[in-house]
């Protein structure tokens, strides 16, 4: 994550402002709003300023993966991208009893719990592949947004801060 938000930085991150900057990565699957709180700091924005964009970004692809993203990986396997529709199948799979386990409070504990491979774009593919109620899988991934937000501003403001500047 390191390496592309420094790669970011130096390329797109030089030609659109911070803000956007932190917007467009938070939006980003896998990269997410852990990402885009980290690429805040070095960027040098308030803390407060920072979660508000960053937990809109991350939230805006929820709905479209909910909704949407049974059709394209059914498409993308109509179209010579079945590779990537079954990598994301199995994905999905995969993390299925991890959240089954505990449901509801499983849902928001795998989005907001910050680590590799967890987010809302992941929790989302398994809400949405696995037929969960899209009211209540929607609202615990919120939470579990908000959770993350929560750790990461105490990780990046916190910790990074202290180390950085």
């Known amino acids: 994550m390191n390496s592309f938000i420094q790669w970011f930085m130096n390329t797109i991150g030089q030609h659109i402002s911070p803000e956007l900057s932190v917007f467009i990565v938070s939006m980003l699957p896998l990269i997410e709003e852990r990402g885009g709180l980290v690429l805040a ?37 109509d179209h010579h991208l079945s590779r990537v529709a079954v990598w994301l199948e199995e994905k999905a799979a995969k993390n299925k009893p991890k959240i089954d386990k505990y449901g509801f409070w499983g849902l928001t504990l795998f989005v907001g719990i910050p680590l590799p491979g967890t987010g809302a774009w992941t929790g989302s593919l398994v809400a949405a592949l696995f037929d969960m109620d899209l009211k209540r899988a929607s609202i615990s991934i919120l939470i579990g947004v908000f959770l993350a937000a929560v750790i990461m501003t105490l990780f990046s403001y916190g910790l990074i801060g202290s180390l950085i500047g």
């Open 41 to 77: 700091k070095l960027l040098g924005l308030p803390m407060w300023r920072a979660v508000l964009i960053c937990v809109i970004g991350n939230i805006i692809p929820i709905p479209f993966i909910l909704l949407l993203i049974k059709k394209i990986i059914h498409w993308m396997a």
